[in-house]
């Protein structure tokens, strides 16, 4: 697994066991920049190479496609492809993932050439992000190999660039990092994580940052503080609840977002019990928790001047002799009553308790994140995550976060007309729609009642939460999907609260600018 990215020198490839080359297609064949040398490591490197022998060979127009050259001495050449131009951010992330999982030997270096590439900056991001990315193996926590990035220009790349190129690498080691230990809390097995063990790793993990508070709110507070639909989900169950409430305060910064994720540590439906094929992977149905305290500690560790709070109520869902039954009625934090008509729809009565605690801390946006239903997986699969959003400019800003990102992202509507789905005859709602008929938007619905009128977006990543075999740069079991958008759009969040073009009203307290961005 790697943990670490460096940027180095040619001199450096002495040291290498597998140098990447990148290179891209036309119709002819495979195209290598200029700025890469002639010749590398004593072997001469042509310009181009013939479509139809690549092919033979496994390199193609498909990003991360590669064929590797072997030596007798020195190191590997791996020729790693990033399809028919340089400025696809996302088939860097694919190169790198391609450069670790084919490359030999423990120190692989990646050729850059930066003349290129529009944005060096984004392209080393994406590239070393790719490359850790793809080394996470929950297995082994031992660091035994090195990726490293040269920066290449003719004859040499400006000062400028090779900055770029440097703190692109610096920012990917931190997302990647936190993504994986996210990746790996979220694989840990059930027994050895419960709410109260997952709670105590958040505040570990997040005292490390600067500028960041951490609260563990113990059974006894989240009941002063009357979150019943927390308590009631861990009720069936002989493990505590536990609620993190964690705070990044910067000083000067004035845009605040309170993120909020669902933490399940094990979901076997509680009395409504799932079958047994159906449990199997309910360890990861506290994947929005982890996703929101890795976002929160990334953006500490960047000094992004933006406000941050991160709300995770933790439990277990089990059948034990107090669990709540089908026809009980539960009473949240901001007074409105939930009629329970199906336990295993427990996320949305453990993030209602969440989203009035986000409300109640005044931001200028919420954004939760949850493996909430299978509906999702039904409409978008494994590859793609379902967005809500309460307005058309918080939509935008996530769907442009994504695209960077590469964490697909599909807004979903939500459908006024269903509420009558969720209208129950002896509580403010019931925590079930209408059997088979838009389980996403309902469980969506439910939760924006809670939102207060604030701008506010869902992020249901029930099917792009895990990965049944590996894909590129993500790899098979947990991914932590939607961490790396939150940390897009918050950088978004943060150069838009520097534009001196941002105002913000002081008597209202509404989050807005020349293009109305996120206004409430």
Known sequence: MIQHARVVTLEDLADATTVVIPVIFDDEGALIAEAIPANVA????????????????????????????????????????????????????????????????????????????????????????????????????????????????????????????????????????????????????????????????????????????????????????????????????????????????????????????????????????????????????????????????????LALPVRVTAIAPLSENLSGDRAMRPGDVLTTRNGMSIEVLNTDAEGRLVLADALALAVEANPDAIIDVATLTGAQTVALGDEVGALFASTDELAHLLERASERSGEMLWRLPLVAAYEKHIESDIADMKNLGKSGKAGAISAALILQRFTGGRPWAHLDIAGPGRADATRGYVTKGATAFGARTLVEFLTQVAVVDADSSRDVDADDGSWADDEGLVDR
């Not at 079958?275 to 929160?296: Q, W």
């Open 42 to 301: 004593g072997h001469d490197i042509a310009r181009t190479m013939d479509a139809p022998w690549c092919s033979a060979r496994g390199l193609s127009a498909t990003a991360g496609s590669s064929l590797a050259r072997a030596f007798f001495h020195g190191p590997t050449l791996l020729f790693v492809s990033l399809g028919s131009t340089y400025n696809q951010v996302d088939n860097f992330r694919m190169a790198g993932a391609a450069a670790v999982q084919r490359g030999e030997g423990d120190v692989v270096v990646f050729l850059l050439p930066t003349d290129a590439i529009e944005e060096p900056d984004q392209a080393a991001q994406a590239v070393v992000e790719g490359a850790l990315l793809a080394s996470y193996d929950f297995k082994s926590t031992d660091e035994d190999r090195s990726f490293d990035v040269v920066a290449l220009g003719v004859p040499l790349p400006s000062v400028a660039d090779h900055d770029d190129v440097a703190q692109g690498v610096g920012r990917a080691v931190v997302v990647a990092n936190a993504v994986n230990w996210a990746k790996r809390l979220i694989d840990t097995p059930p027994n050895e994580l419960s709410p109260k063990e997952l709670a105590k790793r958040f505040a570990q993990h997040l005292g490390e940052d600067d500028d960041v508070q951490v609260e563990i709110w113990t059974e006894s507070k989240i009941r002063d503080e009357r979150l019943g639909g927390l308590l009631g989900v861990g009720a069936g169950s002989a493990e505590p609840t536990r609620l993190v409430y964690a705070l990044y305060q910067p000083p000067g910064a004035r845009a605040h977002v309170a993120l909020v994720g669902k933490g399940i540590t094990f979901d076997s439906g509680g009395l409504s019990i799932k079958s047994g094929e159906g449990m199997m992977a309910m360890k990861t149905d506290m994947s929005g928790a982890a996703i929101v305290m890795a976002t929160l500690s990334i953006i500490a560790k």
